[in-house]
């Protein structure tokens, strides 16, 4: 075990505690805040973080959502329809292929929304303004790697018996 200048390795496994208590926190805090902005815009908690994902990751199938979120095509199809009835997303032809339909965020949609979001967002930037962009850079590798380890253990999960 690396010995760091926090006081040896029982420094160490203090801060790999404080760590993990942080992420751990952190995570059941978005989940908090996931729920708080869907009941005040009407949405379930899942559908307003499928529509972040589609926000983030640009026009999907359905397909391609149920393998991004893991949930079933039925659900996702479900998912998609209340999305669509509420007026967030649309369902379009491909531009690269007619026979297949994407989903696409309507961003003229998102104004209620983005106003919500708006007071973290800000409190956010003002905690970003405190780092340093090698900081930034340092967070932001460490975050990239801690969400593909947690797509991995979803994984492992949905596949184990």
């Known amino acids: 075990m690396t010995k760091t200048s926090t006081g ?3 420094g160490r496994q ?11 926190e952190a995570s059941a805090q978005g989940v908090l805040i996931s729920q708080t902005i869907a ?15 589609m926000q983030l990751q640009g026009p999907r199938t359905a397909g391609e959502l149920a393998r991004a979120t893991g949930l079933t095509s039925g659900a996702i199809t479900g998912l998609i329809d209340r999305l669509e009835r509420a007026g967030y997303v649309a369902r379009e032809s491909d531009p690269t ?6 989903v696409r965020v309507r961003p003229e949609s998102l104004t209620a929304l983005n106003a919500l ?9 003002d905690l970003n303004a405190r780092y340093s962009d090698e900081d930034l850079a340092l967070i932001a590798a460490f975050m990239e790697r801690n969400i593909a380890m947690a797509r991995d253990f979803i994984a492992g999960l949905k596949a184990a018996p």
């Open 39 to 53: 009941d005040r815009a009407g949405l379930n908690a899942s559908d307003l973080e499928c529509l972040d994902l």
């Open 8 to 10: 040896g390795e029982d």
């Open 14 to 24: 203090a801060l790999l505690w404080r760590l993990q208590a942080a992420m751990r």
């Open 97 to 102: 292929d007619r026979r297949r339909v994407v």
């Open 117 to 125: 979001y708006a007071p973290l967002q800000a409190a956010s930037e």
